[in-house]
């Protein structure tokens, strides 16, 4: 998101309200607001969702029609992207992929 200077502050805030409500949803993993450190109008929000139909519930709620609302205090849309995981991993694929390093010396 990307907020004209001037309502950088309403942008914030509206944010900020957000966080205890969305992590109180059903489904609702996490929810993060990342500002960009070189350009401080520059906001990113994550969310995580256990499920998909949770997800598109929360997508119907008042909550993310607040999100929306905010498209005001813009300089330009916001861009929206939905990510599919459909498998992570952790630390075993870091040693994995080190062990490589290891073994070709």
């Known amino acids: 998101m990307n907020v004209l200077p001037e309502k950088q502050l309403e942008l914030r805030q509206t944010l900020h309200s957000m966080l205890g409500v969305e992590k109180r949803e059903a489904g609702c ?29 929360h997508i119907r709620s008042s909550l993310f029609g607040v999100l929306l609302g905010t498209k005001s205090l813009l300089s330009e849309p916001p861009e929206i992207r939905i990510y599919t995981v459909a498998r992570s991993e952790g630390m075993e694929a870091v ?3 080190r062990e490589t390093i290891k073994s070709s010396l």
Do not use: M
């Open 29 to 57: 993993l996490s929810y993060a607001v990342f500002c960009d450190i070189q350009n401080e109008n520059f906001f990113s929000l994550l969310e995580e969702w256990e499920t998909r139909e949770q997800l598109e519930q």
């Open 95 to 97: 040693r994995a992929a």
